[in-house]
């Protein structure tokens, strides 16, 4: 059975994606993975509902926003690859007693290619007493952007995720204070499509859900060498080096899911951040998000 599915990018935290196609075990559950990346999240969530793709590698979030916006839709959460949250706030100097309060005396550079980041960044912000308007925020940049912002001394904190974590660690201009995985479960990323194809296809769910615990378990038990050697392939500018340095970190913040069953715990964190940052009025069932 041959899929199609877009991604926003590549990025190593979706390191079990790549594992299960790379490895085979998306062919060993009978799927045909097309890959494709490129468009705006907005765009994606088009394809899925016009039938230009078969599936998005995203976040629940885009399933949450559908139901806010009209409660019929077809988009459902299927299977989880990504179950903390990936991103790292980086500063030019060393903060080993770091808390989320000083952020308000800094220059600050935000992601801006996606709004999950900010957004849950926000709820950690509000949780600790700190209004996220009162940060002085630099104009959006990309993620490669800010890095170079913080190299050359215009801004005193990004947010980013790996490799930029890792290369501005190892070139010593940049310091992790705070890593946004120890919040806690937060469903992230996983695969989001439409109830019609799952109704059409109804193995559909548990091949995807097969392939992803195999590259789950196999993504979480090796060494950081031998994931790091199977993804260098869809990471061609990046060094072999850096992207062992980043599965190694995401190991020990055990953002990959231990399961592919998507987790309701983490759905209630996501979506009450989408509550406080007006994303949506009120928290769907699970049973309205979940295939």
Known sequence: MKIRVQQNFFA???????????RGHFAEAGIELDLATGLMPIDNARGVADGTLDLLWAGPIRVLRALELDPATPLRYIAEGVRRDPFVIVGRAPRPTFRLAEMAALRFAQVSEVPTPWMCLCRDLRDGGINPDTITRLPDATMAENAARLRRGEVDAIQVFEPFVSELEQS????????AATRGPNA???????ASLLAQHPELVTRLRRAMNAALRWTR?????AVAAVLAPDFPAVPLDMIQRAVARYQRLNIWADTSLPDPVGLTRLAGMA???????EIPPASNVFA
Do not use: D, K
């Open 221 to 225: 038990a090796e060494p950081a060498a």
């Open 172 to 179: 010593g201009v940049g310091h992790v204070w705070y890593e």
């Open 188 to 194: 992230y990323s996983g695969f989001v499509g439409p």
């Open 275 to 281: 509550q406080s940052f007006g994303l949506i009025r």
């Open 12 to 22: 190593l935290f979706y390191a079990p994606l790549y594992v299960a196609n790379r």
